[in-house]
């Protein structure tokens, strides 16, 4: 199994938001209709929906829309308004150091449910580069205000009206500037489903929402999290994913006081915070580490390969990974990033397997 990483930077919604759009299209939209229900959402409740609760968002929906070129399924999808269930599992950490904040996070996850993106852009004015999600959501990233997020899934079944978390988060990073920002946004915007969003700013200050579609959110200090909230809720789910091993095994390296981001890194590549179930939907798919202080980050693999990226001069270009039992390893990197028009996006890169986008519940879960 294999992925061909790629780093693609833009201003304006333009090309590289239609090379996204090509290749996670028809993957998402097959996802969409396999998870129809009797009950449908039409663009007007969606619109409805981006106007009163991300009002800055309404004409960056209309924008990405044109730029896409969607029909009506897929302009519903980009506003990500009352989805089907999405499930991503994950686990992220804070620790601050002496160079400030690091928010770490494992993507686990059946690799060719990942879009292996990362997007660096300036829709709106503010700088903000992370993993892709939803074509124009984000599973991980950070803007040029030095406040950084990232998301794991809150291990409950519930769902009801509400945004779909990828949207959530690059809502976040688009509009707030620190952690209180954050707090209050994350509070306000309804989420569809339950999950766990951390964020870290440059000042060093960090929290852990919990977010659900039946409660309020709940604000924590707690500087890790993996896939429950108060407690294990969806017992089939937290046996598969180790939620709780994962968690104790977290508490337990925050015990070291002296405990480094390098140590925290490593801890992320090994097991049990690593997992390479990748034929059963639950291995790691990267690890990323965002510095808001530094406004860098870095994607790591399993074999210690890693590339850096700074917010300011991200360069295009791409890596391919293959994911075995043993975990994940870099084959080839540093190629330069074929230019490629949206007629042809949609087969782009051709030496790579298709990736059908969208994460769902494992069968075995």
């Known amino acids: 199994m294999q992925l061909n990483f790629r780093s693609l930077t833009e201003e304006r919604p333009s090309d590289a938001l239609r090379q996204v759009f090509a290749r996670g299209w028809p993957g998402w939209s097959e996802w969409m209709r396999e998870r129809q229900t009797t009950v449908e959402t039409d663009l007007r409740d969606a619109r409805l929906a981006l106007r009163h609760h991300m009002p800055e968002f309404e004409n960056l929906w209309d924008t990405w829309v044109n730029v896409c070129d969607a029909d009506q399924d897929a302009a519903l999808f980009l506003s990500f308004w009352s989805p089907p269930r999405y499930l991503v599992h994950c686990s992220q950490a804070v620790l601050v150091d002496d160079q400030g ?204 390969s890693q590339e850096n990226h700074n917010l300011g001069d991200i360069t295009s270009g791409e890596r391919l990974v293959q994911y075995t039992e043993k975990g994940s390893q870099t084959l080839t990197h540093s190629r330069p990033l074929q230019v490629v028009s949206p007629e042809t996006a949609s087969t782009y890169p051709p030496d790579s397997p298709p990736n059908s986008a969208g994460p769902i519940a494992p069968t075995t879960a």
């Open 101 to 304: 904040p690091v928010l770490l996070r494992n993507y686990d996850l059946d690799p060719q449910l990942n879009e292996s993106t990362l997007l660096a852009s300036n829709w709106r004015g503010r700088r903000v580069m992370g993993m892709v999600e939803g074509i124009v959501g984000l599973a991980d990233g950070m803007n040029d205000a030095g406040l950084a997020a990232s998301l794991t899934f809150g291990g409950r079944t519930i769902a009801a009206d509400g945004f779909g978390i990828p949207l959530i988060i690059r809502y976040v990073l688009e509009i707030c500037a620190d952690v209180q920002q954050a707090v209050e946004a994350l509070r306000t915007v309804p989420s569809h489903m339950s999950y766990n969003v951390t964020v870290a700013d440059a000042a060093g200050d960090w929290a852990t929402v919990l977010l659900a579609p039946d409660r309020p959110a709940i604000v924590t200090r707690n500087p890790f999290t993996t896939n429950h909230q108060l407690g294990v809720e969806w017992p089939r789910h937290g046996r598969f994913s180790n939620t709780v091993g994962r968690s104790d095994h977290l508490e337990a390296l925050y015990q070291d006081r002296h405990l480094t981001a390098e140590q925290l890194t490593g801890a992320f590549l090994s097991r049990p915070l690593a997992s390479t179930g990748y034929d059963k939907g639950f291995g790691t798919v990267y690890t990323a580490a965002y510095r808001p202080t530094t406004q860098t980050m870095s994607l790591h693999w399993m074999d210690g």
